[in-house]
């Protein structure tokens, strides 16, 4: 019966998988085609999550399995034919109804874990990169103070940042790119229609205002660096207030409803024994 269950359960997930798939590449190839027709060109924006993506082998190939279906089969069937040939060969002592729900869990997993996986680690990169961007701003705003442009300070920067953060690196060295072909200002602006980050908004409104308005830029630069160390301080201070309301849940489970039974056990045995019920 469990065997029966776990099948049925695993061939409804393979059948929402396939027309996911489809009605999504329908809705993509449907939106391409008015694109087409009607002229219109949407604008160009730096896809952040792709290039952190791209900086981790793991990362990527979590996310080809988890965006193609045909990954998904292949990533099953390869997990799933080394524990059937063992079973086969009586190596994995497991009978075959084992097996098929061992394979019937790999296919579950191949389909839910790759999901799961890359968007807690993308958020968790995101954070670091966040917690790293006053250094990148404060180098940067000494390169503006030795004489070299926004632009060579910002790729200067850039390349040598690789070692404390990749990502960081590798999303201002697009902008850097961008840049020599648009402009800055074009490129900070598709950075910052691009980004949901407060603490890049924050760079880009900067950078912006000074190339547009022609602000001194070093004295600006230090203090937005200083901005965002405070703001990520009141962040912190947010959810260091937000956990003492939390604690009070087993606060009040695991210690106020023990000590309530314990006062009054000895009262209610006492009229249990003497029979006043």
Do not use: W
Not at 39 to 58: F, K, L, P, Q, Y
Request: aromatic letters at 8%; a neutral charge.
């Amino acid at each position: 019966m469990t065997f029966l269950v776990m099948l049925v359960f695993g061939v409804v997930i393979f059948l929402y998988l396939v027309h996911r798939e489809l009605t999504i590449y329908k809705k993509m190839s449907l939106v391409n085609s008015e694109s087409q027709e009607s002229g219109v060109v949407s604008r160009t924006t730096v896809d952040i999550n792709a290039i952190i993506i791209s900086n981790s082998r793991i990362l990527l190939f979590l996310k080809e399995v988890d965006s193609d279906l045909r990954r998904k089969i292949k990533t099953t069937l390869v997990l799933s034919f080394p524990v059937f040939i063992l079973s086969l060969l009586h190596v994995l002592p497991v009978s075959y109804r084992q097996c098929a729900m061992i394979m019937m869990v790999i296919m579950v997993a191949t389909i839910v874990v790759p999901g799961a996986i890359v968007g807690p680690v993308i958020h968790q990169k995101l954070k670091r990169m966040t917690d790293i961007l006053p250094y990148f701003i404060e180098l940067t705003a000494v390169c503006v103070q030795t004489g070299m442009t926004v632009e060579s300070s910002i790729k200067y920067v850039a390349i040598r940042f690789d070692k404390m953060d990749e990502n960081l690196s590798a999303i201002m060295m697009s902008i850097s790119r961008k840049a020599e072909v648009a402009g800055l200002e074009e490129a900070l602006g598709e950075l910052y229609h691009s980004t949901e980050t407060p603490e890049l908004k924050m760079f880009c409104a900067t950078l912006q205002q000074s190339v547009h308005y022609g602000t001194s830029l070093y004295e600006n630069l230090l203090e937005l660096a200083h901005d965002i160390r405070e703001y990520q301080l009141l962040h912190i201070e947010e959810k260091v207030g937000k956990l003492s309301a939390k604690m009070s849940i087993p606060l009040i489970l695991f210690i106020m409803f023990p000590i309530t039974i314990l006062i009054s056990a000895p009262g209610i045995l006492r009229i249990m024994k003497h029979g006043i019920f």
